[in-house]
């Protein structure tokens, strides 16, 4: 697997205790069947993601366009991409899985090369404690894909509720993004349609977020794009596109690990989260961290953002 031989030099072991962290924070979704989900958790991690039904026409909202009204889930069944977009082998926990990428063809994220050196410098085991995922601070856009997300209209807004209280309110009535000045952990989403696709277009990063527990990142200055795209009425095609050309040498594209599917939502949808509680993990990664950098050392979450512990 040339993504994990000659680019990486990832350390599974690592990563996994933070992904099943991760998992564990909030109550697992798709358990007894694998057809409930909720923000907050994977859908059915014992196997595939379960359809509501088969599939049908796709539901129309009163202006014609596609209704994505519902609850969905992208996720193969157990912690797969999290962890790593591009290819890599199972193990410690971690199911293996295909790279994600599907421009450029060879499914490898076209870093430039002090972005590369970066992207492996957070994937050692010395340097676990930087993510900031493992400390129960925040998800990036990027890395939610794999989680049950709901998806809302409500006026001139698209709404995505997503795992640990991650939700994005979409403006749909053609305002441009905020000034150049603020920066926000989600951006700074807007949305219009392209025929039956709704598109999601962020800005304003405030480069602080990674898009996998393997050291991915995109930078303050990305541009994302958004592409939901309805294939009946119970399978969404998700794609992100992502240029900045400070971090990439060129744009790329990734999708979810599997077609988004409609499933039935949990009827307690607003859950507690315990990610703080019995962080254990937390604590061996914060002492792995101090013998390697000195008792003084203080995390860097981003490239080019504050130092802060």
């Not at 924070?25 to 069947?33: D, F, L, R, Y």
């Not at 990027?142 to 997300?149: A, E, L, N, V, W």
């Not at 795209?229 to 969404?236: G, P, R, S």
């Not at 002492?287 to 008792?295: D, E, R, S």
Request: proline share 8%; net charge negative; aromatic share 8%.
């Amino acid at each position: 697997m040339k993504s994990i031989s000659t680019r990486t030099g990832v350390l599974l072991s690592i990563a996994a205790s933070l992904v099943m962290f991760a998992a564990e924070s909030s109550p697992i979704a798709g358990q007894g069947g694998g057809e409930i989900g909720r923000p907050g958790g994977l859908a059915n991690v014992d196997g595939q993601v379960k359809s509501t039904g088969p599939a049908g026409p796709i539901p129309r909202r009163p202006d014609g366009h596609p209704d994505l009204t519902g609850t969905w889930n992208g996720s193969p069944g157990g912690v797969t991409h999290t962890v790593i977009l591009e290819e890599h082998p199972g193990g410690f926990g971690v199911l293996g899985g295909q790279t994600l990428i599907v421009d450029p063809p060879n499914g490898l994220i076209p870093y430039q090369p002090w972005a590369l050196a970066e992207r492996n410098r957070r994937r050692e085991d010395a340097n676990g404690y930087e993510d900031q995922v493992g400390h129960c601070e925040f998800y990036d856009i990027g890395r939610i894909h794999s989680f049950t997300q709901e998806y809302i209209f409500s006026g001139t807004t698209f709404i995505i509720n997503a795992t640990q209280h991650i939700t994005r309110v979409v403006p749909m009535d053609g305002r441009p993004h905020l000034p150049a000045g603020i920066r926000l952990w989600l951006g700074d989403p807007v949305g219009h349609w392209e025929g039956d696709t709704l598109v999601v277009d962020s800005t304003n990063f405030n480069d602080r977020t990674r898009m996998s527990l393997g050291g991915d990142f995109h930078g303050a200055d990305a541009h994302i794009v958004e592409r939901f795209q309805m294939l009946d009425a119970n399978t969404i095609k998700w794609t992100m596109t992502i240029d900045n050309p400070k971090v990439f040498s060129r744009p790329w594209t990734m999708t979810s690990p599997a077609p988004m599917k409609r499933i039935k939502p949990a009827p307690d949808f607003d859950i507690e989260d315990t990610c703080h509680e019995g962080n254990v993990d937390l604590v061996h990664l914060k002492n792995t961290y101090y013998q390697a950098h000195g008792k003084d050392a203080k995390p860097k979450y981003g490239t080019d953002s504050s130092i802060r512990r």
